[in-house]
């Protein structure tokens, strides 16, 4: 047996944490496998700010405090997770080399006043770079063979796009012909950076946030693993995201298709791009709790076999925004065409596009963070008849479920339950299998009608 198993930040929240994954993967010592891991819990979205406040408000001394922290959460976690002083040793000297960098860097930012997309990716990796070191001398430690690598190490060859970096198509490849000769012939169990990669010049990218689920599934399909094991705080895919309904109820069982809508459409369970690698392969994902490793967790596959529920999950995105273009009496697939290769020319992500053509009006709607790029590059279509307007503060709400497809009035109850609890909707689409129906509500409005249509399809009672 061949596995990949992913552990998320909360998995490595610790250095007590760090060391319960270690012994989790000894467990599996008959099994090939490779491990991915994310950075703790919290460093990303730290690094994140520092990055930030270091453009716009210089200061040494916050470098200083930062690195301190960074450095003291770190040193615990190894204390704790690492019991060999030798290993320990070595992997003190790894993280006190990298957190110097990581300070010239951020002191870099400050003198130069300028943070480029390159250069925010770069201080973004250190937290995953910060933590594979770690729990592979965490492994060691516990006599399982082990080295920590780096996701270009790895083989993780991706474009150019700062922040939402895409694998070029030779990865796999690579990534097998790094790979394979040290689960196969060494027995090792690598441990890889997840999120991030590199590009051909050598610059560190990154894959979007919640990017180590990509790693893992391309990693699984490049190894031609039989299973990914992604281990998170949750037993499963949940009907909905736990923190909206706390009654959400575990879904045994989901189709790749089923579950990639949920994860595109906003559902934190998943990185949204992560199915595509295994799904060509048909490597089943099984997403399982690190805190409580006996429950079953979710299998996602080709087929499931609980197709049977209309609506199985629903999914928010809450910081999104629209872009609507109006107007009449003009070419309908001219207007089309350049509207998309305006954004496709500013790498907007596009969430979802509702429109109708008698009158033109087409809506579509982006990440909150693209809304200004969006709206400057159709904001020049704007002439006599056309008009552009943005619209934030905006939540978009997904129902998903196979069982949709050909069934009628699921919309109708869906929008009539909305309507009786007086939730405005400001726009909807479904998409051509039937396997979604998504709108967008104001953003206040947003858990509000998770929680009434989680009601409405009786989703928190056992099937
Ligand atoms: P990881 O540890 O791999 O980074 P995440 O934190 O990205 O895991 O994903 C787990 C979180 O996703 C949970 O804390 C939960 O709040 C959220 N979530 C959103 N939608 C769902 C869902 N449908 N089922 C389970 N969890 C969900
Ligand atoms: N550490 C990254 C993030 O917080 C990637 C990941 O967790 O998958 O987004
Ligand atoms: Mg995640």
Known sequence: MRVVMKFGGTSVKDGESILHVANLVKKFEEY?????????????????????????????????????????????AISTAVKNPDLQNRVFEKVDKLLDELEKVLL?????????????DFILSFGERLVAPILSASLLSIGVDSLAMTGGEAGILTDRNFGRAKPVPEVYSIIKS??????????????????????EDGSITTLGRGGSDLTATLVAAALDAD?????????GVLTTDPKIVPEARLIPEISYQEAMELSHFGAKILHPRALEPVMRCEIP?????????????????????????????????????????????????????????????????VIMVSQSSSELNL???????????????????????VSVKKLSDVAVVSAVGAGMAGTPGVAGRIFSALGK????IVMISQSCSEYNVSFAV????GKEAVRVLHKEFELEKAK
């Open 227 to 235: 299973e990914v094991w992604l281990w998170k705080e949750v037993d």
């Open 108 to 120: 870099g930012i400050g003198y130069l006043g300028e943070l480029t997309k390159r250069s925010r």
């Open 285 to 349: 994902v099984r997403i399982k709790n690190t805190f409580n490793p006996e429950a079953d967790g979710t299998v996602i596959k080709k087929e499931s076999d609980s197709t049977k529920d209309i609506v199985k999950a629903l999914s928010l995105i809450e910081k999104v925004a629209i872009v609507n273009i109006g107007g009449a009496g003009f070419d309908f697939a001219e207007i089309m065409s350049d509207v998309f290769r305006r954004l496709s020319r500013e790498r907007v992500n």
């Open 178 to 199: 790094r790979l394979d000769p040290l689960i196969k012939i060494k027995k090792s169990t690598p441990v890889i950076t997840g999120f991030i990669g590199r590009a």
């Open 363 to 385: 809506s579509i709607v982006v990440d909150e963070s693209d809304i200004e790029r969006a709206y400057s590059a159709l904001k020049p279509l704007e002439n006599g008849i």
């Open 421 to 424: 609890n007086r939730i405005n």
């Open 32 to 76: 090939e496998k490779a491990v991915v891991v994310s950075a703790m819990a919290g460093v990303t979205d730290a690094l994140i700010e520092a990055a930030e406040e270091c453009y716009k408000e210089p200061s040494s001394s916050y470098v200083k405090l930062f690195i301190a922290e960074l450095t003291k959460k770190h040193y615990e």
């Open 442 to 445: 104001s953003k206040k409005e």
